[in-house]
């Protein structure tokens, strides 16, 4: 059983650049979330989906855009990257609604903008 | 949703309990509080959550205050892989906020 998967695990990228993080979650769950992490700070939520066909924006939405393509799948599109995206980017997914039950996280990708 | 305080970082010696306090004193009857942590690296997991009453699992224990103000949590035989950050998070449960917000956590380092 999978879980969370989220590709790719590391990325450069030249400022300017585009491009998709990828997350899918094989158990069947309604709500999908991407977080980014920072050196020495907590979580913050960038875009959520809260039921297949909708989304909307975090904490730090700025920079993103997202699509919940299908009810596995929920990408994160940088349109023209910038040296303070670089960071950690968790997915995240949960069966119920916010916080009605817990929360599976991915292993995260890593990504550097230069 | 209620703010949270932990402390920053914690030691625990391999085999004795951990344990981990939580102030959040502006929580409201609807809401609840929620433990994750993060190991170095990975992904937060969950270990528990609890309204009012203490909960117990196979990961740890939840012992949460008569006014709801404080919780611990409790490792009660750490390991060197519990070494982790530990956020405690308040939140309504199945709200209509998207908002999942994590905090800085507690770092805890177990030492041999």
């Known amino acids: 059983n999978a879980g969370v998967t989220q590709t790719p695990k590391f990325q450069v990228l030249k400022t300017g650049q585009s491009m998709t993080l990828q997350c899918a979650q094989d158990?069947?769950?309604?709500?999908m979330y991407w977080y980014r992490q920072d050196p020495g700070m907590g979580l913050r939520l960038i875009y959520y989906?809260?039921?297949?066909?909708?989304?909307d924006k975090g904490e730090v939405p700025n920079g993103y855009n997202v699509s919940r393509l299908n009810k596995r799948e929920f990408s994160l599109r940088l349109e023209s990257a910038a040296p303070s995206q670089t960071s950690v980017y968790f997915c995240a997914s949960s069966e119920g609604w916010g916080w009605e039950t817990e929360a599976f996280f991915g292993q995260g990708t890593r990504l550097t903008v230069v | 949703d209620a703010k949270t305080t932990q402390p920053p970082s914690m030691d625990c010696a391999e085999g004795r309990a951990a344990n981990l306090p939580c102030n959040h004193s502006t929580i409201s009857g609807n809401e609840y509080v929620y433990w994750y942590r993060q190991i170095h690296s990975q992904g937060p997991q969950y270990i528990i959550h609890?309204?009012?009453n203490n909960e117990t699992n196979e990961m740890a224990s939840l012992i949460i205050t008569e006014d709801r103000k404080s919780s611990t949590l409790i490792l009660p035989h750490a390991t060197l892989r519990d070494t982790a950050v530990y956020y405690c998070i308040v939140r309504v449960r199945g709200g209509s906020q998207g908002n999942l917000i994590f905090g800085k956590g507690t770092k805890l380092s177990v030492k041999p």
């Open positions: 609890g309204l009012k």
């Open positions: 158990m069947n769950h309604n709500s």
């Open positions: 989906s809260a039921s297949e066909g909708t989304t």
